[in-house]
């Protein structure tokens, strides 16, 4: 069975930072590309960030380059997003992806692209 488990959410000021995690397993993902969304109330989930396999290649949403930053490590099939100047705004469920694909291009930005997800951490940002 396959399951992506993420924590690490919480609460924190604006400007403050907070890590995420997302650990892998039932699955071998070290070949494949992840990435992590956020779903704010009443909106869509929006694409935040995605990495390959090696970590090579990374993938950002504009709104979030420059303060957030996606790694991940193979040999403990988790993944990470680093999440740094944090604004009120962002404030969401933070969803871990898991991508059946090698590559990384702008498909992926969607929902749809998406095989596997996580359950989701809170994300809250206080002003």
């Known amino acids: 069975q396959v399951q992506l488990v993420e924590s690490g959410g919480g609460l924190v000021q604006a400007g403050g930072s907070l890590r995420l995690s997302c650990a892998a397993s039932?699955?071998?993902?070290?070949?494949?590309?992840m990435g992590w969304f956020r779903q704010a109330p009443g909106k869509e989930r929006q694409f935040v960030a995605a990495?390959?396999?090696?970590?090579?290649?990374?993938y950002y949403a504009d709104s979030v380059k420059g303060r957030f930053t996606i790694s991940r490590d193979s040999a403990k099939n988790t993944l990470y997003l680093q999440m740094n100047s944090l604004k009120p705004e962002e404030t969401a469920v933070y969803y871990c992806?898991?991508?059946?694909?090698?590559?990384?291009?702008?498909?992926?930005?969607?929902?749809?692209?998406?095989?596997?997800w996580g359950q989701g951490t809170q994300v809250t940002v206080s002003s």
């Open positions: 990495i390959t396999a090696t970590g090579g290649t990374t």
């Open positions: 992806a898991a991508y059946l694909r090698y590559y990384i291009d702008s498909s992926l930005r969607t929902s749809s692209a998406v095989n596997y």
């Open positions: 039932g699955r071998t993902f070290r070949t494949y590309v």
